[in-house]
C-alpha cells in the first residue's frame, strides 16, 4: 500500500505542476459559478442544488475528466518514463492503482471547491443537507468510474489526444445515446439498455437516495476498467 500512496502522491504533484490541471479546474468553476449564480442563487430560484447535481455537472464531467486522465499513462509512454517505472519495484497493480488515486484526489479537490454552494444556501434559505450529502457520494462515485475509463484508454495509446476522444465518446454512449435510445424502447429492451444509462444510476442519488444497487454499479465498472487497465498494462510490458 505504501508503494500505491507513494505513487499516487507523485501524480498528484504533476496534476498540480500542470498547465491543464488548472484549465479543467478553471473550467469547472467557471461554468459551475455561472449555473449556480443563474438557476439556483437567484432570487425565486429552488434553494436546492438538484438542478446542478443532476443536469449539469456530470455532463461537464464527461467533458473534463477525460481531459484530467489523458496523460495517466500515455504520457509515460510517449516520454519513455515507463521503462524507468517498469523496472522500479513495483507491481502493474501498484501503478495503476496509484495513478488511479492520484487523479481520484485531484477530483475531490474540485468537488471540494463546490462545497460553498451549499453553504451559501444555507446562509441565504435552507439546505437538504440528506440530500447534498447522497449528491456528492454519487458524483464521488461517478467520477471514480469516468476517471477508470479515461486511465484504460491513457493504457492503450501514447497519443493523449487518441486517449481523451476514446474516453469521451465511450462515455457519451452511456451517459447520453443509452438515454436517447431507452426513449423509444419499452419491456425487457428497456431495461436492458437502463442498466447500461449511467445517468438513470446516478439520477437516484441527485434526488437524495443512496441505493445499494446503483453504488454497486458504479463500484463494479470502476473495478472492472482497473482490472482491464492492468491487463493492458501486463500485455505492453511483453510486446
Wanted: aromatic fraction near 14%.
Amino acid at each position: 500500500m505504501k508503494r500505491v500512496s507513494t505513487l499516487a502522491e507523485r501524480e498528484l504533484s504533476v496534476y498540480f505542476l500542470s498547465p491543464i490541471a488548472y484549465v479543467v479546474l478553471t473550467i469547472f468553476l467557471a461554468v459551475s459559478g455561472v449555473l449556480f449564480i443563474t438557476q439556483v442563487f437567484s432570487p425565486g430560484a429552488e434553494s436546492s442544488l438538484r438542478g446542478l447535481s443532476n443536469d449539469v455537472w456530470p455532463i461537464i464531467l464527461v467533458f473534463i475528466l477525460p481531459m484530467i486522465t489523458m496523460r495517466l499513462l500515455s504520457d509515460e509512454f510517449r516520454s519513455g518514463t515507463i521503462e524507468t517505472l517498469m523496472t522500479a519495484p513495483v507491481t502493474d497493480a501498484d501503478v495503476v492503482l496509484g495513478k488511479f488515486l492520484g487523479a481520484m484526489v485531484f477530483y475531490l479537490v474540485i468537488l471540494a471547491t463546490t462545497l460553498l454552494y451549499p453553504v451559501l444556501l444555507t446562509i441565504w434559505g435552507s439546505v437538504d443537507w440528506g440530500m447534498a450529502f447522497s449528491t456528492y457520494v454519487g458524483l464521488i462515485l461517478l467520477g471514480g468510474f469516468f476517471i477508470s475509463v479515461g486511465l484504460f484508454f491513457s493504457a492503450w495509446t501514447s497519443n493523449q489526444v487518441i486517449a481523451v476522444v476514446c474516453s469521451f465518446v465511450l462515455l457519451a454512449v452511456l451517459m447520453f445515446l443509452a438515454r436517447y435510445l431507452g426513449g423509444f424502447l419499452s419491456g425487457l429492451p428497456r431495461m436492458l439498455v437502463q442498466h447500461v444509462d449511467v445517468r438513470y444510476h446516478y439520477e437516484d442519488f441527485a434526488r437524495g437516495a443512496v441505493v445499494l444497487n446503483h453504488v454497486v454499479y458504479f463500484v463494479t465498472l470502476t473495478a472492472l476498467f482497473l482490472f482491464l487497465t492492468i491487463k493492458t498494462l501486463e500485455s505492453r510490458r511483453w510486446r
